[in-house]
């Protein structure tokens, strides 16, 4: 919601995969929240901890989505069903709108019957292993959204 801790987080695991590939030259990878809350700030220390314990550099500062990202981004991911129905209130149109999707619907089938949820739990409330689960999350996903936008 406020672009600290899952949605920083995924673009620091989505640049690092890209790396590993060798295809981050292709892609601009950015993140947003939907709230200004946290607009100016770094990501949560908490995330930035765990994310750096895998070797992810979470060096983003928030910012709120803005409409003109849906005209500079081929595909916007949210982390649960709040979020996907506040960004296709900002979307401008159906157009904008299809752009949007849940970071769950890239993850296996086998991967989504073992997390037993359609949302990437928020952790900001809760303990270290809330950001542990959010990672993993992240890093099962990535090969699905680079299927996605290879097709």
Sequence with gaps: MG?????AAAEAVMKSFLEKRGEAAGFFVDSAGIIDYHAGERA?????????ARGYKVDSIA????????????????MDNSNVAALKRVAADGRQQAKIHKLTEFLSR????????DEVPDPYYGGPKGFELVLDMLEEAMPGIMDFLNN
Excluded: G, T
């Design 63 to 78: 910012r709120q989505v803005c409409r003109e990202d849906f005209e500079r981004f081929d595909i916007i991911v949210a």
């Design 110 to 117: 086998e991967k989504r019957i073992k997390y037993k949820m």
């Design 44 to 52: 949560d220390a908490r995330m930035r901890s765990a994310a750096a």
């Design 3 to 7: 672009n600290i801790c899952r949605s």
